[in-house]
Structures are given as C-alpha cells and as structure tokens.
C-alpha cells in the first residue's frame, strides 16, 4: 500500500535553532498537509498544499509540495520550546482518505 | 473554525466488555467521520470511513464486527469496541470532513480517546 516516509524520526535541538524535516513516497499525491500532534491530543492542521512547486508559511513555519509530487518538507525557524511535539506529514491523491507519515519527534532544549 | 468533540478522553474498561467511542462535529455538517487508532509511538493508522446513512468501509485487516461504527446523523458518528480485549489498547482519533473547516481541505480532529483494557 501508500506509505509515507517521514524523517528524521526524532530530533534534539536546541532552542533557536532550525529544523527542517521531510516527507518522500514512492507514490504520487495531489494534497500534502502536515500536522502537530501534542501527548494525548489530536493533530492540529499546521500547513496545507494543493499544488505542485507550491511553498507557503505559517509564522515560523514554512513547507513546500515537492515539484515530483512524491515528497514533501517541513521547516520551523527559530525554534521555540512549545515547537516540542511529533510532527505528520499527511497526503491524499483523488480520495477522502489521508494517509499519515511516520512522524518526527521534536525536542526543544532552552 | 471548526471543533470535532470526542467523548471520552480516556476510559478504562475490563477484557470483555464494549466500549463506546463518540465523535460530535459541534459547528459543522460532517458528511463523512474518520477513525484512526494510534499505538504508542507510532503513526495514525485509519481504520474506517464512514458517511453518513450508510456502512461504514473499513480498511484492511480492521474487523469490522469487532469495531462498529455508526453515523447516523450529519453531526455524530460513534465507533464501539466490542469485547475488548488488552491489545485493543490504543488511542482512537476521529476526523470529521465537511463544510465549515477553517483550511481548505475541511478535515478536523477530535482530541482522541484513551482506551485502556484490563
């Protein structure tokens, strides 16, 4: 079936710094969106793309819908400590149904 | 925006017994209900698809006698966990598609459910 690789799976930075995190498949997909996830909560919407080539931001966070249709990334600038979280990368291709990436876990260190 | 209310937030119950899981679109029409089950560590996995009025689809190697999901209105859709056993353990997540979503794309989360079995 789809999946969706997510990496790094885990990241230890310290605050301030960047990060940057991608999202490849061996599939193609026509909607990529990435998500927070807090402990114990639901994803929370961060950034979606609609569009090959496209980048957009929210605040600090910037993504971009790899020009192949198969890859997506993630960046977060100045990292703060609320950043701390497990980030998904999510893509759908014609269908309802969002396949989630596998996560990368971010810590913050003040 | 839209807000998606999952009720419990977390629920211990004894091996054999059911479990029932409810997902509310509060602002909004959800025409179609997601649930995912979560494992520890681990990525959201979907489970079933439902729409309103009709059965629900349900993904590959998800039981669906075991994990019954109804959505019998715009607004609610419920998942029960039928005699649950300890590897039923898990958090369930629903989504909630429809008009009213602040993005585009309209998919809101609930805040999940902790499902412990002892």
């Known amino acids: 079936g789809q999946q969706l690789n997510q990496s790094p799976q885990s990241m230890f930075i310290q605050e301030g710094e960047d990060v940057s995190m991608n999202c490849t498949s061996s599939?193609?997909?026509?909607?990529w969106l990435w998500y927070k996830q807090d402990p114990g909560e639901g994803p929370v919407l961060l950034i979606a793309?609609?569009?090959?080539?496209e980048l957009t931001s929210n605040g600090r966070l910037t993504a971009q819908f790899g020009i192949t249709r198969k890859d997506s990334f993630l960046n977060i600038s100045a990292s703060i400590p609320s950043d701390v979280g497990i980030y998904f990368c999510?893509?759908?291709?014609?269908?309802?149904?969002?396949?989630f990436g596998t996560g990368t876990r971010l810590q913050v260190f003040p | 925006g839209a807000v998606v209310s999952q009720h419990p937030s977390w629920v211990i119950c004894k091996s054999g017994t059911s479990v029932k899981i409810e997902c509310r679109s509060l602002d909004f029409q959800a025409t179609t209900m997601f649930w995912y089950r979560q494992f520890p560590k681990q990525s959201l996995m979907l489970m079933a698809t439902s729409n309103e009025g009709s059965k629900a689809t349900y993904e590959q190697g998800v039981e669906k006698d075991k994990f019954l999901i109804n959505h019998a209105s715009l607004t609610l859709s419920t998942l029960t966990v039928t005699s649950a056993h300890p590897e039923d353990s898990s958090f369930y997540i629903c989504s909630a598609l429809g008009a009213g979503g602040n993005d585009r794309y309209g998919y809101t989360f609930g805040s999940g459910t902790r499902l412990t079995v002892v």
């Open positions: 599939s193609i997909f026509n909607t």
């Open positions: 793309l609609y569009k090959a080539g």
């Open positions: 999510a893509a759908t291709y014609n269908t309802d149904k969002l396949i």
